[in-house]
Nanobody, 128 residues
């Protein structure tokens, strides 16, 4: 079993920054690609960013490219999402997921179905 716990969400104004964290336990975090997704009220969960197990390759949704940065600290079993210049349409619950398809891989996935483990999410609310 894998446990993922997100933290760092909150209520901020437009233009502000936040850093989300996701701490993993129960499986060897360092060998799996990881991703961040988000779900806005009334919408489907959508891909935000993903990172390979080494951290050398990252991918982003077009809506966050240039504003968000995904990173990881393998010795700490922690995934991060640095979010800059937040906008009201970034308001959502943010989830981290473990990409069980990409183990020891230089690939990432933006497909929700490729992620077998999820945290409970951390809410981010951006006011205008």
């Amino acid at each position: 079993q894998v446990q993922l716990v997100e933290s760092g969400g909150g209520l901020v104004r437009a233009g502000a920054s936040l850093r989300l964290s996701c701490t993993a336990s129960g499986r060897t975090f360092e060998y799996y690609s990881m991703g961040w997704f988000r779900q806005a009220p009334g919408k489907e969960r959508e891909f935000v960013a993903a990172i390979t197990y080494t951290g050398r390759t990252t991918n982003y949704a077009n809506t966050v490219k240039g504003r968000f940065t995904i990173s990881r600290d393998n010795p700490r079993n922690t995934l991060y999402l640095q979010m800059e210049d937040l906008q009201p349409n970034d308001t959502a619950v943010y989830y981290c997921g473990m990409d069980m398809l990409n183990y020891y891989s230089d690939q990432t996935s933006g497909e929700e179905d490729d992620y077998d483990y999820w945290g409970r999410g951390t809410p981010v609310t951006v006011s205008s």
